[in-house]
């Protein structure tokens, strides 16, 4: 270490600079010696001595050009590696490394492109985790949070987009008398049966222990009688998964939290009527 420090300090940006100024010290003893030796004898004492030391020399300069263009050749898979470990730490994209070197760059390579794919996957894994809900599949409420706010920022100019809060009323019932796995099981149907409904923009998200919030791009009054119709038809299958649904359109301006104000509003008024599902409608 205390080697690399100090050839660290001559050569600061340049690694092939530092491999050749060792190469050339251990390579070039030989020369070194005719030259001390050439000196000691005089150069006027043997012009053929003059001459061999001046081819040495000339050699030693054709090889050096050689050689430093060769080692910032062999160095190109460092190169590329550090290129790769930026690349994916500064814009998370995964390397293309050559992986067919059978040497100790190729062996570089080969695990630079494994471990960071690993550790992409790792990441990938975490940030799925982090939004979504381990039960159903759904996002969780910090996902939701996120979603929302891009699907709204994403709304083009009149579009449409509606928020629907659904609470499933017999959770307890259900987990009282047939038992928590029973219950969700439960939970996981209603997210199943749902995503049928969802388009490749909507999203399906678990807030609590038995309501959920949905973004659905299309217009609120097309959507109540869908979702009516659907929830008519999950209660006809099992009596027990009793949902109240709420209905909100988003209006341009609005904030993401009133909007979802407006949908809960409306979903506790479907519960107290026993409506089934109800649609609030801006102030």
């Known amino acids: 270490m205390k080697l690399y420090a100090a050839m660290s300090r001559l050569f600061r940006r340049s690694y092939a600079l ?72 500064t814009h998370a994209v995964l390397p293309q490394l050559p992986e067919d070197g059978h040497d100790d760059a190729g062996l570089l390579m080969r695990g630079l492109n494994r471990s960071l794919r690993r550790i992409d996957d790792g990441i990938r894994e975490l940030e799925w985790i982090a939004r979504h809900d381990a039960l159903t599949g759904a996002l ?19 579009a449409a987009f509606t928020v629907a809060v659904l609470d499933m009323d017999a959770l307890k019932q259900i987990n009282d008398q047939h038992g928590h796995d029973a219950g969700d099981r439960a939970l996981v149907r209603i997210v199943q049966e749902l995503k049928p409904l ?26 109540e009688g869908r979702l009516a119709e659907w929830a008519a038809a999950l209660v006809a299958s099992d009596p027990l998964l009793r949902l109240s649904i709420g209905l909100a359109g988003y209006v341009p301006g609005e904030h993401a939290h009133a909007l979802c104000r407006r949908a809960d509003t409306a979903m506790y008024r479907a519960k107290r ?7 609030e409608l801006p102030a």
């Open 198 to 223: 969802l388009g490749p923009k909507d999203w399906i998200c678990r807030q609590g222990g038995d309501e959920f919030l949905v973004g659905l791009h299309d217009d609120v009054q097309a959507l």
């Open 273 to 279: 009527s026993g409506a089934g599902i109800s649609m």
């Open 140 to 158: 969780n409420r910090h996902g939701g949070n996120v979603q929302l706010t891009a699907s709204i920022a994403a709304l083009a100019e009149g």
């Open 18 to 89: 530092k491999l050749f100024a060792v190469a050339f010290v251990g390579t070039h003893i030989p020369l070194l010696a005719l030259l001390g030796w050439s000196l000691w004898r005089g150069w006027d004492s043997d012009p053929l001595l003059v001459q061999v030391a001046m081819l040495c020399l000339a050699a030693t300069l054709a090889g050096t050009a050689l050689t430093l263009y060769l080692l910032h050749g062999l160095l190109a898979p460092v190169r590329a590696s550090a290129a790769a470990l930026d690349a994916f730490d």
